[in-house]
């Protein structure tokens, strides 16, 4: 059963500075891995998505990577500012259900 | 423009009743989805239809119908409404089981019982 962790549960940093959230998850066996900003009471934007095939993935200042024999994906934000304040989950894609396993999410604050 | 709606964007009802949330996509999205997203902020997958035919039912109560009239359109129905049920439920949207370009969501419905 696939399982899928974030980690911190929680951030907070000062403006500017650059910053690593981590995702792990149990099975190897994944088809995707997508990133996703949920801001206070909104839906899910996508960030980024990884294919099975790709070890990173590249927005603006964002960088998804992917290691999938060790269960690992890290979302790096370079330059944080205070609009990066958000809620960044993680979601595996594990099979041909489309099925997508969440992490609990890491709860990001930018400081001015 | 919007790529995937969901409506209502905000329901309060009493315990007992029954409701619909409608969930439309105009992405061409041959899967929809409904996901539900508890107090905790955890997201969990209750259901999934390919070009209207049922492919994922999670262990969802049997209070809880989705209808996909056609592969645009994916809605939820719920019976006999109960405390628990609180949650904001999310429609999700992917091109086809390849998924190449990953999942759309919408911007949620929060329903709260009373």
């Known amino acids: 059963k696939q399982e899928v962790t974030q980690i911190p549960a929680a951030l907070s940093v000062p403006e500017g500075e650059n910053l690593v959230l981590n995702c792990s998850f149990t099975?190897?066996?994944?088809?995707?891995l997508q990133w996703f900003r949920q801001d206070p009471g909104k839906g899910l934007t996508s960030l980024l998505l990884?294919?099975?095939?790709?070890r990173e993935q590249t927005s603006g200042r964002l960088n998804a990577s992917l290691d999938k024999s060790s269960g690992r994906s890290t979302l790096y934000i370079a330059a944080s500012q205070p609009g990066d304040s958000a809620t960044y989950l993680c979601?595996?894609?594990?099979?041909?259900?489309?099925?997508?396993?969440f992490g609990q999410g890491t709860t990001l604050q930018v400081k001015p | 423009d919007t790529a995937v709606s969901q409506t209502p964007k905000y329901l309060v009802t009493q315990m007992g009743n029954d409701k619909s949330i409608k969930c439309e996509q105009n992405l061409g999205h041959d899967t929809m989805y409904w996901y539900k997203q508890d107090s905790k902020k955890f997201l969990k997958i209750m259901f999934s239809y390919n070009n209207k035919e049922l492919i994922i039912n999670e262990t969802v109560p049997n209070r809880f119908s989705p209808k996909s009239p056609d592969k645009a359109h994916l809605n939820l129905h719920i019976n006999s409404l109960e405390l628990g049920d609180s949650a904001v439920y999310f429609c999700a949207s992917s091109q086809d089981q390849a998924r190449p370009f990953g999942y759309t969501f919408g911007s949620g419905t929060r329903l709260t019982v009373v």
């Open positions: 099975d190897s066996a994944i088809y995707n």
């Open positions: 979601a595996v894609d594990s099979g041909n259900t489309g099925k997508l396993i």
């Open positions: 990884i294919q099975s095939s790709q």
